[in-house]
């Protein structure tokens, strides 16, 4: 899958070099993409596996998006830095609190808990991700970095399998780490001033 996505955004989005500019963005992708994996699984385990509860997960995922889009168009971000301390805060609380903790509340707080703790850290990944994007000048080659990077978190997802569900949140915040370490010099400097 992943030599199909090398060369399907290299025929579409022209030579990868210059996608080396947006290694951020690429560990953004990987995050983004096993945060995501890690929510699905978590509401199915809370409110079981049916097409019902996979749906209102990406209609969740999709309004946590669209609202961080909104939020990050009207109100501009000197200091990313913050927003990267505010998505690692909330993967955190999300890490901190153990699925199994929410399977004793009755529906309506379970639901309530479960939709702050999963979309929370989606919603400040995205507010992250709106600000680093609003800067680009290759936009193509921004994001094709990204949906590889997607791509690389795609195959990470089995992972889960020897460190759990829970802990993929730990891989997310490497990488988020990682993509604030890899963020462009012009936003180490802003951070600075």
Known sequence: MLAIALVAVRLVGG???PMTRFADLFCMGVA???LETKNVVQFALLFGTTWLVNALVFAGVLGSV???VLVAKRIPVRRP???YAFLLVSIAISWMVPGHRLLALPFVPRLSAAVALAFLPIFAANLVFASRFRGTVDSTAAF???LLGAMVGGMLEYASLAIGYRNLLLVVA???GLAFALRPREQVIRLRS
Do not use: C, H
């Open 144 to 146: 094709g970095a990204n």
């Open 15 to 17: 030579s990868l070099r």
């Open 81 to 83: 830095g913050w927003l």
């Open 32 to 34: 983004f993409l096993l």
């Open 66 to 68: 669209l609202l961080a």
């Open 174 to 176: 490497g990488f988020y």
